[in-house]
């Protein structure tokens, strides 16, 4: 089983609470695709790739760093990995979903009228075939004005296909719906470690953070 962040320096430390909760219920070769400097040797690690050709998206809540997922076919030798965002947390085997054979991208619907679109922040990728469409989903970030270029860019120009929302679990906002037992949780807007939030507490026992009052973690806010 193959599983990939993607994160600048800043998000490495929560991206790695995702990793080891992950190594916790898996056996999986990990990867980051990050500038952060901190090495751990469970984890695989791989350079930034040069993302000049990308000339729009890049603004406040989108730096370059969001983009990086758009070129993951060209970073990593396997066919086939499931990319989480650093603001996910594993509770359970990912075996059922690492089974599953996507044509090129496989995800959770961010709901029942999206039309299929999905919440990449958990996908299955063929990255062969994911690979295909990096110079068509970087021509859409270029050429059109999307509210979340990096997502928008890859529902518009892949094929995708939709999986259980126990794959993705939004929590507060639930734009994936609800879900009884999920196995990946997904803090897509609150975040546990700038304070309490929807299932927070499972975060901060992961991070072995005892929750009591707020100090300042590498220039972010979290609890202690």
Known sequence: MNVVYCCDAKWYQ???VSAESV???NKANVYFVTDSAERDERF????LPDMSEI???KGLNFTEYTFI???LADLLPMEKVIYLDADTLCVGSLAEL???EPECVMGVAENKFSGGYI?????LL???EYGNHKHEMIQAVNTHSYSFPDQDAINAVCKVENIENKWNYCVNVHVTGECENPSIIHYIWQKPWNGMCEKADLWYAEANIEFKEPIRMKETVIFN
Do not use: D, F, I, S
């Open 55 to 57: 000339q729009k998206g």
């Open 14 to 16: 929560y991206a790695k």
């Open 126 to 128: 063929n990255l062969r």
């Open 69 to 71: 997922r758009l070129y």
């Open 119 to 123: 919440n990449t922040g958990v996908m």
């Open 44 to 47: 695989h690690y791989v350079p």
């Open 23 to 25: 190594l916790k219920h």
């Open 98 to 100: 690492y089974a599953k």
